[in-house]
């Protein structure tokens, strides 16, 4: 398993998934513990576990999938909203070390 990690298997299909989008630059899956009706995630390609850790190269792709999400958030069933997280390192419990940005929708979502 490629950085030892869960995502990096996913991305090689090595571990199935639910993926709804893929693209040269990140994939999107359904989240296999799902903390809202909808729950995604969206996981680029490259392995990095903290956003300070990407080179401006890969920043650009953190901007590139920020850009993609409103377009797709019909076709994933967010129209009426969504929320947005990242869960950087252990205070915020970040479980899986490869960088992911959480969709929750479905839902109306308390804070
Ligand atoms: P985080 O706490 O931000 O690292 O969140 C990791 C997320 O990945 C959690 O919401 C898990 O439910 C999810 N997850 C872990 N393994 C898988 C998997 N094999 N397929 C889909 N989602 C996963
Ligand atoms: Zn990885």
Redesign the pocket.
Known sequence: MRNNC?FCA?MDGE?P??KVYEDEKFII?????P?AKL?Y?CIPKNHYKLLEQMTEEDLDNIRYIFKKIPELKKELGLENGYRI???QGDD??????HL?I?LLGGEKLPV
């Open positions: 869960v996913i571990i998934s639910q899956i359904k989240d296999i513990n903390k729950h995630l997280i990242i869960n915020a419990i970040q479980t899986v070390f992911h959480h």
